[in-house]
């Protein structure tokens, strides 16, 4: 069966301080990756997505992710982060021919002005 | 353009009642999903309905039943409350069912008491 792994649960930062947050899966087929955000009160966001190509993606607001095939990880990058982006992020994989994404368990983040 | 409208936004039931709860897709979106997301948790996969047919169902019991209309909004159906099933319901919809990206709305929140 798949699933997603996170390893952080709550990270804190000050702003300006760099992101990384770990999302491995378990699927030996081919994948689709997401990455989402969900900011406090608001929904899920798509963050960035990678379905093939390029293995480094670029998403909005600054975040970038790297699929590393070999690892099963693709994970979630910001060089500096800012107050604003303190919220929920959950990585999802969805199997190539699949319609289910399978959500980790989410990484809280929180920036310290 | 409105994005997903979930309805109502929130709600107080007791053990053995039964709840529906309400989608409205993206306009020109053919798929809509529904999540269960409990606090602390992830998202987790319930159902799929793509042009009024189920196209996948998560692991869920057969308490939980939906359906797709014609004019591709969707009820989900809980009947014989428990309290475990206090969460965010989340409903997603996408242009089909194997395309990646899901649109969320802002779900539907329930409490059983």
């Known amino acids: 069966a798949q699933s997603v792994s996170q390893h952080n649960h709550h990270v804190i930062l000050s702003e300006a301080a760099s992101l990384e947050l770990g999302c491995n899966y378990s699927y030996g087929g081919t994948v689709n990756l997401f990455w989402y955000v969900q900011y406090p009160g608001q929904h899920l966001q798509l963050l960035l997505k990678?379905?093939?190509?390029?293995?480094l993606v670029k998403g909005i607001k600054g975040f970038e992710a790297e699929f590393i095939k070999s690892k099963f990880s693709f994970n979630l990058r910001k060089p500096s982060v800012q107050w604003s982006d303190t919220a929920e992020y959950f990585c999802a994989v969805k199997a190539n021919q699949g319609g289910k994404l399978i959500f980790g368990q989410g990484t809280e983040l929180s920036v310290k002005p | 353009d409105a994005g997903v409208t979930q309805s109502p936004t929130h709600l107080i039931k007791t053990r053995g009642q039964q709840v529906t709860l309400r989608c409205s897709p993206i306009s020109g979106h053919k798929s809509v999903s529904w999540y269960q997301q409990v606090l602390g948790q992830g998202p987790q996969f319930i159902f799929q309905y793509y042009e009024k047919e189920e196209r996948g169902r998560g692991n869920f019991p057969d308490r939980f039943s939906a359906r797709q209309f014609p004019n591709y909004s969707s009820e989900l159906n809980v009947n014989a409350l428990l309290l475990g099933d206090s969460a965010l319901y989340l409903c997603?919809?996408?242009?089909?069912?194997?395309?990646?990206?899901?649109?969320f709305g802002e779900g539907s929140r329930l409490t059983v008491l």
């Open positions: 997603a919809s996408s242009t089909g069912t194997k395309t990646g990206e899901l649109f």
């Open positions: 990678y379905f093939s190509g390029d293995p």
